[in-house]
Every structure is written in C-alpha cells, then in structure tokens.
C-alpha cells in the first residue's frame, strides 16, 4: 500500500505515543523517525511537515544525550522542512543552546503567523494542563471503592486551517500526549475496577455502601472536569493575523507553566 500523510500522520502519532509511554530504545524511536522521513519524502510539499516533526524529534533525543552537533543538524533540517515552533523551543531544556550562533541563525529562519503563534502557546499550555490533570486524578482515583471507569477529560484539537503547516507538528505532539495520557489512566482505572470486583466475589469484604457514594462523586467530578475541558478549544482571536513574521525575539517567550 503506497504511503499517504494519513497514514503517516498515523505511523508517527503511534511512534511519539509508544515514546512518551517509556517503552522504546531509543535506537528503536530513532529508527522509526528516519523511516517516516524517508516515506514521507515522495509525497512532496504535502508531506514536509511530516520530515519536520521526525527532524525536530530527532533533535530533542540528540539534547537528551547531549549531542548538541548532531540536535542542531536536525532542528536546521527540521525548519527547512517547515518547523516553527518557537515557544516549544523555550522549554528548560532546550534553552541552553540559545547561546550558540548556529542555533540562533536557525531559529531566527523561522517564520509564523500571530494566529499560529497564539494556537501554539495554547497547544504548550494544554500540553501542561494534561499532565497536571492526569496526575490529579490518579490521586482523586486511590481508594475508591466503585467498579466504574474515569477517563481523562480532553480540551478538542484545534480544527481551524493553519497559515503555517508547521503548526500541525505541535497538535499531533498533544494529540499523542493525550493518548499516552488516557491509555495510562484507563489500565490503572480497569486494574482498580477489576480489584474492587474481586473484593466483592471473594470475600464479601467490598463496602457497597461506599462504592455508590464513590461512584456518584467520581461522575460528578468527571462531568465537571470534561465541561472545563470543552471550555477550554482553542478559539481564534478576530484579527489576530494570518501574515508571516518572524518568530519573538530568542529568549522572549516564556514557556506555558
């Protein structure tokens, strides 16, 4: 079967979630992003932004291990190919290499629009929110008594048009967060559903009492939590711009907390 954006979009939204899972080498994730880059190469301009996320990834596993040549070869080939996350750039780990002159030539090759800038340090700042709310529930989830199932609420990708493909990057960087995020909450939620089953078929010990008592407040804190999520989509600000600029300055933009 020929390869498509789709079906790549998919191979590498798979491969960042496997990533963020813990589970991979990192020969093994290494790997696979060379391999979407180099199938994503005959697709043309359609498919640049698929290269850039491999590149721009490439380079954050070449941070972690603290190869700063080999990071900045990709973040150069990853804005060629179209990247432009700017505020992803501001993370604590990235801004040591501001000081390098390679990286602020590169860096100062980028260009965005205010629209895209704006959904960006929305995406960052989901990005945040998630893992906050993810470690908020598992705390809420100790001890409850009931055998039913939470998932984490999740604010809706962004679907307006982008000005700059590049901002595609990001949404499918929260969309793989999102799903590494759920997949975790819902086997440690199953594992206690199925361990409150248990009490109850083998020794009778399970507090049925409690466990209507927990599931109402978990339904109610779970209905609350998706509200604010939906609450939360991205809108585009009327006249926020689609013209391309040039990224903030280097150092301006602080990363969402």
Same mark, same amino acid.
């Given at each position: ?11 590498l ?10 589970a991979p ?8 992003l060379h ?6 190469a005959?697709l043309g301009p359609?498919g640049?932004w698929?290269?850039?996320a491999c590149h721009?990834?490439l *380079?954050? !596993?070449?941070?972690?291990q603290g ?7 990709h973040l150069? /080939? #990853?804005?060629t &190919? ?5 505020v992803a750039?501001?993370i ?8 390098d002159p390679r ?11 205010q ?17 906050s709310?993810a470690r908020?529930?598992?705390?809420d ?6 055998t039913?199932?939470?998932p ?5 990708l962004?679907?307006?048009a982008?000005?700059t493909p *590049?901002? !595609? ?7 793989a967060?999102?799903?590494?995020l759920q997949? /975790? #909450?819902?086997? &440690?939620?199953?594992g206690?559903s ?7 078929l083998i020794d009778?010990?399970?507090?049925h009492?409690?466990?209507?008592s927990?599931?109402r407040?978990?339904?109610d804190?779970d ?9 939360r989509?991205?809108?585009e600000?009327p006249g926020?711009g689609?013209?391309?600029l040039?990224?903030?300055p280097?150092?301006?933009?602080t990363?969402?907390?």
């Amino acid at each position: 079967m020929a390869d498509t954006v789709d079906s790549l979009t998919a191979r590498l939204h798979d491969l960042l979630v496997t990533c963020l899972a813990g589970a991979p080498r990192r020969g093994d994730l290494a790997a696979g992003l060379h391999d979407v880059t180099a199938r994503a190469a005959p697709l043309g301009p359609d498919g640049a932004w698929l290269a850039a996320a491999c590149h721009a990834n490439l *380079g954050d !596993l070449a941070v972690a291990q603290g190869d700063l040549n080999r990071a900045l070869y990709h973040l150069d /080939a #990853a804005v060629t &190919a179209g990247y432009n996350d700017c505020v992803a750039l501001h993370i604590p780990s990235i801004r040591p290499l501001h000081q390098d002159p390679r990286f602020r030539v590169t860096y100062e090759r980028m260009r965005i629009t205010q629209g895209d800038f704006e959904e960006l340090v929305w995406l960052h700042r989901e990005m945040q929110i998630m893992v906050s709310e993810a470690r908020e529930a598992t705390v809420d989830n100790i001890g409850r008594l009931d055998t039913g199932v939470s998932p984490l609420p999740q604010a809706p990708l962004p679907t307006r048009a982008p000005h700059t493909p *590049g901002l !595609l990057i990001t949404r499918i960087e929260l969309a793989a967060l999102q799903t590494a995020l759920q997949q /975790a #909450a819902l086997k &440690a939620e199953f594992g206690r559903s199925a361990g409150n089953t248990s009490l109850g078929l083998i020794d009778g010990s399970w507090d049925h009492t409690r466990a209507v008592s927990d599931a109402r407040h978990a339904d109610d804190r779970d209905t609350r939590r998706q509200l604010e999520a939906e609450a939360r989509a991205f809108v585009e600000r009327p006249g926020a711009g689609a013209v391309l600029l040039a990224c903030p300055p280097l150092g301006s933009i602080t990363y969402p907390g």
